[in-house]
């Protein structure tokens, strides 16, 4: 089973990222939006980064500039934005990277499991929700698995691919082998909370989080300990910063209404505190630090 075609459903912050990488894998890609001005926007956002990393291949002697704007204009070759559904209807693939909604999610995953041909697998770039939820809404759980991309996608490594019980394994082998081709790292994974990467991350900012709600260190220190005693490369509470307090709590609460007993899921008062006064990291200028744009300042 070979995915030539592939079809993504939103073209923001991950979405854009993906179309990108799938045509840089030689996909042709089919980049779906709901209003042509967010289309506009993320193809806009495709465009430059496409020939800043061509830029890039040039300066540090890896292509030559004829080289260089020849694969830049290949890839774009292969994009092509609609804001029609029935335009994913022959995709090999089809990635949905829309807002983290669960409902919203699975009334897309419905719709497109009559839009899309039956041989067509489905994939969603959720970070926290149940694949096999979303699978089941679908109509084919067999043909579906989750492909969890990681900001910035065009330079990170890692993809996990997530299967569910009832996951084909053809089907699991193809979206391997398609995170292979995005020039990706793929790990597999079942349909567990979070993961493996989140699984494992958000308790540990959690658990960052209830030291300093203690008193029994410093955010600084915090920090500091696991940057340099760990070699993390920001320590657990600027992360929290980054990723943004209003998403790990989303997160949370999610995680905590499904899996009660499970001891790990837990929300720091401080967190809902920080949120409730719009504190929501670096997106709001403020978080437990203060933030000038990406860069840190307080």
């Not at 993906?18 to 890609?29: D, F, P, R, W």
């Not at 959690?206 to 203690?214: D, G, I, T, Y």
């Not at 993390?232 to 209003?246: A, F, K, N, S």
């Not at 837990?266 to 978080?287: D, F, Q």
């Amino acid at each position: 089973m070979q995915i030539k075609k592939v079809g993504v459903v939103g073209c923001g912050l991950m979405g854009h990222g993906i179309v990108q990488v799938a045509a840089q894998g030689g996909c042709n890609v089919i980049c779906l939006e709901a209003e042509q001005a967010f289309l506009d926007k993320g193809l806009a956002r495709i465009e430059k980064s496409v020939e800043k990393l061509a830029q890039k291949a040039v300066e540090k002697g890896k292509a030559s500039e004829a080289d260089a704007k020849a694969a830049a204009a290949a890839t774009l070759g292969r994009i092509r934005g609609t804001t029609n559904k029935a335009d994913l209807a022959d995709c090999d693939l089809v990635v949905e990277a829309i807002v983290e909604d669960l409902g919203v999610k699975k009334a897309l995953f419905a719709e497109l499991g009559s839009i899309v041909k039956k041989q067509g697998i489905f994939a969603s770039n959720t970070s926290s929700f149940p694949i096999g939820e979303m699978a089941e809404a679908s109509g084919r759980p067999e043909r579906f698995v989750g492909l969890h991309f990681f900001n910035p996608v065009q330079l990170m490594r890692l993809v996990e691919v997530v299967r569910t019980d009832a996951t084909d394994d053809e089907v699991f082998a193809a979206a391997r082998s398609f995170g292979e081709a995005c020039g990706k790292s793929p790990v597999s994974c079942k349909d567990t909370p979070g993961f493996v990467v989140n699984r494992l991350l958000v308790p540990f900012m959690v658990q960052a989080l209830s030291m300093l709600e203690r008193g029994d260190a410093t955010k600084e220190d915090i920090d500091t300990a696991m940057q340099f005693g760990c070699g993390h490369p920001m320590g657990p509470i600027t992360l929290t910063d980054y990723v943004g307090l209003d998403t790990t709590l989303y997160i949370l609460e999610g995680w905590c209404e499904r899996y009660p007993d499970e001891p790990a899921f837990a929300i720091p008062a401080l967190l809902r505190e920080k949120v409730k006064a719009g504190k929501l990291g670096r997106k709001s200028g403020e978080g437990f630090f203060k933030w000038d744009g990406d860069k840190k300042v307080g």
